[in-house]
């Protein structure tokens, strides 16, 4: 009993200092994180923040009408709405409002709001974020 509670100690000693511990698993626990595997994939998917977050939006003729501000996804968990700032200056006085994805069409890296104007964006009605 006396050697097995000495090997104990020294194991954890030994582990302690290595910096290498080791929590078995336990039972309803998950491991919290990725591997090395899976962040090398999601490393080649796309990211919402570069690729369309604050990204401008244009009309059919090219002019810049606004700006994606924030994407909305559903209770479902699908990608419902964007969120497109219009007017204002460094967010003051802006009018957000929001718009179906599947209603912007990508050209290149551009966002397309075909039919769309400033002023029509304007008149829809203002997006407020529910307070929670």
């Excluded at 020294?10 to 899976?38: F, H, K, Q, R, W």
């Amino acid at each position: 009993m006396k050697t097995n509670l000495i090997a104990a100690v020294m194991t954890g000693t030994v582990l302690s200092l290595s910096g290498m511990a080791y929590a078995a698993p336990m039972a309803g626990y998950e491991t919290v994180g990725v591997s090395v595997a899976d962040t090398q994939v999601a490393a080649m998917g796309w990211s919402a923040e570069k690729q369309i977050l604050h990204k401008a939006v244009y009309n059919d003729d090219h002019k810049k009408i606004g700006v994606i501000e924030d994407i909305i996804i559903s209770p479902e968990k699908s990608l419902s709405y964007a969120v497109v700032g219009v007017g204002g200056f460094l967010g003051m006085d802006r009018h957000d409002v929001l718009i179906p994805f599947n209603h912007f069409r990508s050209e290149g890296s551009k966002y397309l709001l075909p039919g769309a104007t400033k002023p029509m964006l304007k008149s829809l009605p203002e997006f407020k974020y529910n307070k929670k």
